[in-house]
């Protein structure tokens, strides 16, 4: 039972491709996450999901969809990769079964490090 | 402005020495308040939620100020285990905003 898991774990790929992240969860937690971590800048939310078939924009979302046709996935596409999208992508899920997210834990996945040539 | 400022460090400390990161988060409608550890190249993991009253976890001691909206690590008697960069996450309307880190490296 791995939780969170992200696929592939590494990705080089060429301007102008599309690029799709994979993101998987075990637990059935309602909220994920995806992020992007650059040096200098910390962790930025691109989008999340509230549950199955809903979704919102992040910090940063320009360039990526997402999509949640189902609880346990969580797929990030760049439509037409560009160069200030070499990255680290981490996927996360947080659970609020138990209501607000006050201090709820997120849980992050080991991530994705995206090179864009 | 960012959301979560935080010294990048790095900080240098012998072991069993007495360390202290800030963050201060911009937005007064911030709920909650989280420091997260990372370790080179991993994902981010939970460290401790911080709490209003303060609250303390064996050798880690987290505050919080919300009049000058500043969140504070304590670590005692640093381990070398404890060399990692330490993330403050703020929480508002189920967003979590990050810092960019503080490095922390123990040295024997």
């Known amino acids: 039972d791995a939780g969170i898991t992200q696929s592939p774990r590494y990705k080089i790929t060429e301007t102008g491709r599309q690029v799709t992240l994979m993101c998987h969860q075990t637990?059935?937690?309602?909220?994920m996450f995806w992020y992007r971590q650059d040096l200098g800048h910390g962790l930025r939310l691109i989008y999340y999901?509230?549950?199955?078939?809903?979704?919102d924009k992040g910090e940063v979302p320009d360039g990526y969809v997402v999509s949640r046709s189902k609880t346990e996935n969580f797929p990030l596409t760049l439509e037409s990769a560009t160069r200030s999208q070499t990255s680290v992508y981490f996927c996360a899920t947080e659970d609020l079964a138990g209501g607000s997210s006050s201090y709820n834990e997120q849980f992050f996945g080991p991530g994705t490090r995206l090179t864009v040539l | 402005r960012k959301e979560v400022e935080q010294d990048p460090g790095p900080f240098n400390v012998p072991e069993g020495a007495t360390v202290a990161f800030n963050c201060t988060y911009s937005n007064s409608a911030s709920q909650s308040f989280f420091w997260y550890r990372q370790d080179c190249r991993k994902e981010p993991k939970l460290l401790m939620s911080v709490y209003s009253s303060g609250n303390e976890d064996g050798r880690f001691t987290a505050q919080l100020n919300r009049a000058s909206q500043y969140i504070s690590l304590l670590i005692r008697d640093s381990k070398l285990s404890d060399s990692a960069t330490y993330l403050c996450?703020?929480?508002?309307?189920?967003?979590?905003?990050f810092g960019s880190g503080t490095k922390l490296n123990v040295k024997p």
């Open positions: 637990w059935s937690h309602s909220y």
């Open positions: 996450v703020v929480n508002r309307v189920n967003k979590f905003y």
């Open positions: 999901s509230a549950a199955a078939d809903i979704t």
